[in-house]
């Protein structure tokens, strides 16, 4: 008879650099149980929401993440937007829609580059951090900020792009197209990558369902759940068409995030070829009274941002559900009967962000 260890992976690993710690319970080289811990980077933001202006929290909300933080003010701000029931200007929908599209290339880009790492593609990792550069360098040239941007606020956006610098960036994405075909190729067709890929961690089209998966987990798994077929900021005016893979194992993950990167940046050409002239922002007069949620699609999935205000400049309550911490139910799944050596791998093509899901 096989036997049972137990061990531990986390906080601190370096196949697992987020701050959660997994029990794995294993059989030899069989994993038979994972057991997750989280809370170890705990911000008080749902306690800090009742000490800020209701406008400058927006500013707290951008930093609940790195990698998606425009994500994260957008979706506040449309919580805060439809209680005052405030009109943002059309303009303004589209210029947030193509940073909203911008942030999702970034994302998936240095996804890649993680991965090339995790396999011991070192020129790969390289090449897909040199390819997500001029990524943010249209973040700082049309916000001033590469990470953090700061340029969502209720009622609208804080600047604007003219109409030269809007066709700049879509040359610069046609541009970067090709580089990312190439780059892709790598992860789509070489053996080695397939290898390690294909056929692991599994996840049934039921499962996914069951457990509640968002975002690229759950398109790889035959799920066609995107929260932009809803209508928010300017996606009812594009053509937004949800990328699905059927296979529901590590390789559909990957190749769900490539295809993605491939339809933001249609979607950013269809955006530049539709925005109107106009204002930006309006005027926020007045103090939230009343509940929302706001439901807009980051890089890893649907994001959910709850506000309720009383009528004061200080809101009563601010409740955020990341799609990470949906998606841990399904990370055990997966985890459980997978081999030891397949978990960094399981792991990486879940791309958890433990710390926008410590709120």
Not at 23 to 34: F, G, N, P, W, Y
Not at 47 to 60: N, S
Not at 80 to 86: A, D, N, R
Not at 170 to 187: D, M, P, Q, Y
Request: proline residues 5%; contains cysteine.
């Amino acid at each position: 008879m096989a036997q049972r260890n137990i061990i531990p992976i986390g906080p601190q690993h370096p196949i697992l650099p987020e701050p959660i710690h997994f029990d794995l319970v294993t059989e030899d080289e069989k994993v038979i149980d994972a057991i997750p811990s989280i809370s170890y980077v705990h911000r008080g933001l749902e306690r800090l929401v009742e000490k800020r202006d209701f406008i400058d929290f927006a500013h707290v909300a951008d930093r609940i993440c790195g990698l998606c933080s425009f994500m994260h003010s957008l979706g506040y701000c449309q919580a805060v937007e439809e209680i005052m029931s405030i009109e943002v200007p059309q303009r303004a929908l589209y210029l947030r829609s193509i940073w909203a599209e911008l942030s999702r290339i970034h994302s998936h880009i240095f996804w890649l580059g993680a991965a090339a790492d995790a396999f011991g593609f070192e020129s790969l990792f390289m090449q897909a951090m040199r390819l997500r550069e001029p990524v943010l360098d249209i973040f700082e040239e049309t916000t001033g900020g590469r990470v953090i941007l700061g340029v969502c606020k209720v009622g609208g956006v804080r600047r604007d792009i003219d109409g030269d610098s809007l066709k700049g960036i879509v040359n610069r994405l046609t541009t970067l197209k090709g580089a990312l075909e190439e780059l892709s190729n790598v992860f789509l067709n070489d053996y080695s990558v397939q290898h390690r890929l294909a056929g692991v961690g599994f996840l049934s089209r039921e499962d996914a369902y069951t457990l509640g998966c968002v975002g690229p987990m759950a398109r790889a798994s035959g799920l066609a759940i995107d929260m932009r077929a809803l209508g928010y900021a300017a996606y009812k005016y594009l053509e937004v068409e949800p990328v699905v893979e059927s296979a529901g194992d590590c390789h559909a993950r990957c190749r769900v995030r490539i295809r993605e990167i491939f339809h933001a940046i249609d979607l950013i050409r269809q955006a530049v070829g539709k925005i109107p002239a106009g204002p930006v922002d309006v005027k926020v007069t007045g103090t939230p009274d009343g509940e929302y949620y706001s439901r807009v699609e980051q890089p890893r999935g649907e994001v959910i941002h709850y506000v309720k205000g009383n009528g004061a400049r200080f809101l009563q309550r601010f409740r955020v559900r990341v799609p990470t911490f949906s998606n841990i139910p399904a990370m055990v799944k997966v985890l459980k009967g997978s081999q030891l050596a397949d978990v960094p791998n399981i792991i990486l093509t879940l791309d958890p962000c433990i710390s926008c899901t410590e709120r």
